[in-house]
Each structure stands twice: as C-alpha cells, then as structure tokens.
C-alpha cells in the first residue's frame, strides 16, 4: 500500500471543505483536498440549493428598518431548537454564530463578490412554537450555484494556489487515529481501486452527513415521533452523504450525537431528472402559502398547514398520516405567484441573474417554471374543473383514495371565507396570510386572498408531494475551534470536523429544528474556525 505525507487534509469538497481551505491558503499552508464526486461537481450540495442564508445585522436589515440583534437571534435559536441547556456544545455554536454571521460570514463573501437580494425573507416563523421574530434569511442573488461557483473561483486562484492539491473520486475509509492523536486517512482511488494510506498531522472532515446515499442511516436513525420511516421517502442530500466516516470513528470510539434529528422537507417530488448514480433523487418545492394541503383523501389538514411556518411541524403531521404523503392544491393564478423550487435549476432567473426577468417574474407569474413543471412531472395534475382534477388524482400510481365531497366541502368552506370579507376571517390559514401580507418582503410574492375554485384563475392544479430528506441536524461532537471530541469528552489532537459531518457544529447547532438559512452559513463559520484554529490565530 502506497504511503504519502501531507500537512493538512480535508476530506470533502463542498462548501465547508472549501472554507477550510481557503483559511488555511489565507494562512501560507498546505492543503490537500480528498473529493469523493468528479472535478465538475466540485463545490458540494451548496451549487444546487437556493442560496438562502441566515444573518443577523447586515447592512441590508438594516436598510429595511429591521431590528435585529445577536442576542434576539440567540433567544429565537433557543426557543425554536427546542434546547433544554444553554451551555452544551450545540447550543455555545449557536451562540457563536448569533454574534459572529456578519464578521465571520456575511463579510467574507461579500469580499468574494458574493451578493444578496436587496429583500430579506422570513421563513420558520413559527406554528405552535415562536421561530424568526424577524426576517433574517437572505438570498443569494445567482442562488447557491453563483455563491460555490464564486468561493470555488477564489480557491483555485488563490494567491497562494500553489500550495493547493485536489484529488477527485477518492473515497476516504478510514481516519487514521493512534493515542487520541490523528495521524491521517485511508483512501481508495475510485479510478484505479488503489488504497493509499495519506498521513498527515492534521485532518479536517468536510465529508457531509447521513441524510442521503442509500438512505439507511437516515431510516436507522429515525425519529421516534414520525413513527416508521415512509417508504416513499426521497433523496434530496448528497448522493455521497452516507455516513461512511461517521460510522467509522463511532467504532473508533467517537459516536455522533443527535443522529435521528434530520432536517426533512414535506413538499418533494421524484426530479425530473436524476442524477446518475443517486438512489430516489428528489426535488424540492416550495409551495404556495395560498394553497390548501391535505391528506391522501382530500382531507385538509387541520390546522392549516401553511409554508414557511415551521417545517418539522408540516413533516411530522404528514407522517401521522396512514399514507404518509400529501397533496397541494391550487390553481394556475396561485402557482404562478408563489409556487418555486429550492434549488438553483430550476430557478433559472435567480441563478443567471436575469434582473429584468426577475421583475417579471414577480409581476407576472413565472410561466416558464409553471409550464415546466406541468410538462416534466407527472406529479402535478391539471384540471379545468374539481371532478376532472380528482379523477386524475385518483389515476396516479397507488393513489385511489380522494374522496371528491370531503376535498370540494373543504375547498368551498375556505373560498366562502375569503368572499365574507377580510374583516371576517377565522380560518388559521387566512390569518396567517394576513400577517404575512403586512411584511413587503412577504406581499410581493402573495397573492391576494386568492379563493381556489374561483374559474377565472384557473385550472386547478393539484401536486402530490412526499417527504424529502435533507440536512442532518446531528453529528460528530466539536467544541469551539472545530476539535473532535471523543466519547470521554477528551479532544482527538489534530482531527476536525466542520459542516453537516459535525452537525454543522457541535454534533448539532441547531437542536430539535432549523431557523433556516443556517445550513450554508454554518458550513463557512465552522470551516473557517478549523481552518484559522490549524493556522493558530482566533477569527
């Protein structure tokens, strides 16, 4: 077996791995990169995502007359995470991020030329536990495929790039560790099915987390409260994020925690087109807030499920579910005002910047993505009128169940609210949409009390919709300068974890659920702590 020595090794070329990198390059050190994926997927999961990221105190909040601060978001991180002690290594990363997105975040891509959408948006505000008191989530104008093609490029031209090497489709194995001290990898190359053994006093593990591959340690892992995992269940992670190196320093005596909170979303449809390779690749959308879920019958969901509320709430309601998966109905005027995906492809004004066709979009509808979607997924049924629309809802596969009189008296119900009047409204949906509508960032991109059997904004449109996997909101235990620590609470010298694979801080920022926005921003602040921590100075 061939043997080669480095000074520090990353394992994992996304995001946090790249973060990594780039402060040790900053510092005048050597790096090499172990990247299990091809040269052209280089830069992770965060080329594909939306792009949104959660700060607190930017310019941009600022500008809008945002109050926010450090100390509020750490109130609301608290609260939402649902942590029980305040002083557990997730809980002192949250801390950490709430007084440090702007300086340790926000300014380094901004310095990258890295920008954002002049309108901050407010998601996980919240169902029956208080989320965001404020807008915080700001989105990448070019979405997450600009933002990794713009950190890849200050990689690879890097003035000190020189001291740069990446190897592509090589799989790490193993982390080598010897008297709690790291002492490198194990690796096989993929092209050649050669095992090398790469030493190196300092390892850092970008490898991602558990919530894609195969899918069985995301069903090993599952929360007890959403039952048994659906059989439906889709991909949306990294076909590589399968825990290999999560799995290997448990039996090294380095057990993650927190492995069963997984960041799931409930409106994933199979893509269109999936990724050679992916096991049940899925897309995911983001629904309307003016459309109506319900359940395999036609049932509406009650209370009301309506996005960008709290995420986990939508999951575990839908999974209480005897089918496990649910439908969203509306109709053409409401998807063309606020039906997206997240995801840069999709997203095609967004991520090539097309100002004037954004603008359009807002006004207008964005018809091509609606068209799309009809065209390419058979998940969505259209229909002129209710009886057409359930008969072909109760055509697609396995799917015989929606009972026509419980969706129509549901619909009806809702449609005749909005005809009584804003003054009287007393559906929890339409409440919400009212306090909605009271945020501008919110208005633009909310329709207008929009009734859904109304002909004139038709045809009616239904998706159905399963649960995605996602994020994994556990990991591998850090403290705060990114140092694995094993199950004695004793620090493994030289090995780092940063990212997804580290929860992405602490074996679990974010506790029983996300704010949103911090999955991206926690993969740069925790591979720039590793990476300024290996440097020896303090960021």
């Known amino acids: 077996m061939n043997i080669h020595e480095y000074d520090n090794i990353i394992v994992g070329g996304g995001l946090a791995g790249i973060s990594a990198a780039i402060e040790l390059l900053d510092n005048h050190k050597k790096v090499l990169i172990i990247e299990r ?26 500008r809008a007359g945002i109050k926010d601060s450090p100390t509020l978001l750490f109130e609301d991180w608290m609260r939402y995470g649902a942590f029980t002690e305040t002083n557990s290594l997730g809980a002192q990363w949250a801390k950490f991020y709430s007084e440090h997105s702007v300086s340790i975040i926000y300014d380094w891509l901004i310095a990258k030329k890295v ?18 008191s404020v807008p915080r989530w700001h989105i990448t104008w070019g979405t997450g495929y600009d933002l990794s093609n713009k950190v890849v490029k200050h990689l690879l031209n890097h003035p000190n790039k020189g001291n740069l090497e990446i ?34 006093k300092n390892v850092i593990i970008a490898s991602g987390g558990i919530t894609g591959g195969d899918l069985k340690l995301v069903k090993n892992n599952w929360l007890p409260e959403y039952g048994t995992p659906p059989d439906t269940l889709l991909n949306g992670s990294h076909k590589y994020a ?67 509320t709290d995420t986990s709430y939508f999951v575990e309601h839908i999974l209480k579910t005897k089918e496990q998966y649910s439908w969203s109905i509306m109709n053409r005027k409401i998807a063309l005002k606020e039906l997206a995906v997240s995801g840069s492809e999709y997203m095609t004004a967004f991520r090539n910047r097309n100002k004037l066709q954004m603008i359009k979009e807002v006004l207008f509808g964005n018809k091509a993505l609606i068209n799309r979607l009809i065209e390419e997924s058979d998940h969505f049924v259209v229909a002129d009128t209710l009886e057409e629309l359930v008969k072909k809802m109760n055509q697609q596969p396995v799917t015989n169940a929606v009972d026509i009189e419980i969706l129509k008296k549901d619909l009806q119900s809702y449609d005749d609210e909005i005809d009584r009047g804003k003054s009287y409204f007393n559906d929890e949906q339409l409440r919400r949409l009212v306090n909605f509508r009271l945020y501008r960032g919110d208005k633009i991109r909310i329709s207008k009390f929009q009734k859904i059997l109304d002909p004139k904004a ?9 649960i995605l996997s996602r994020k994994s909101l556990g990991g591998i235990p850090t403290n705060l300068n990114s140092q694995v620590i094993d199950k004695d609470g004793e620090i493994i ?17 974010h506790g029983a659920r996300s704010l949103e926005g911090t999955f991206l921003g926690s993969c740069i602040l925790t591979g720039r702590v590793a990476g300024a921590n290996i440097s020896g100075i303090k960021l």
């Open 37 to 62: 994926d091809i040269k052209e997927n280089f830069g992770g999961l965060a080329k594909k995502s939306f792009g949104g990221i959660l700060f607190s105190g930017t310019p941009l909040q600022k």
């Open 115 to 132: 920008d954002f959408l002049p309108v901050v948006n407010w998601p996980e505000r919240g169902m029956d536990v208080k989320g965001n």
């Open 167 to 200: 190897k592509f489709q090589h799989k790490v194995t193993s982390i080598l560790i010897e008297n709690k001290k790291t002492i490198g990898i194990e690796v096989l190359d993929e092209t050649t099915q050669e095992n090398l053994i790469l030493k190196s």
């Open 242 to 308: 399968d825990g290999t190196i999560h799995l290997n320093l448990e039996q090294q005596g380095i057990p993650s925690t927190n492995l069963n909170r997984q960041w799931h979303y409930a409106a994933g449809i199979p893509t269109p087109h999936p990724e050679q390779g992916k096991f049940r690749d899925g897309l995911s959308l983001v629904p309307p807030r003016s459309a109506i879920w319900v359940d395999a019958i036609g049932k509406r969901f009650d209370p009301p499920l309506v996005p960008y």
């Open 458 to 466: 038709g045809p009616l449109i239904a998706v159905k919709q399963y």
């Open 493 to 509: 010298s030289g090995l780092y974890a940063v990212g997804e694979a580290a929860g992405f801080g602490g074996g679990g920022i």
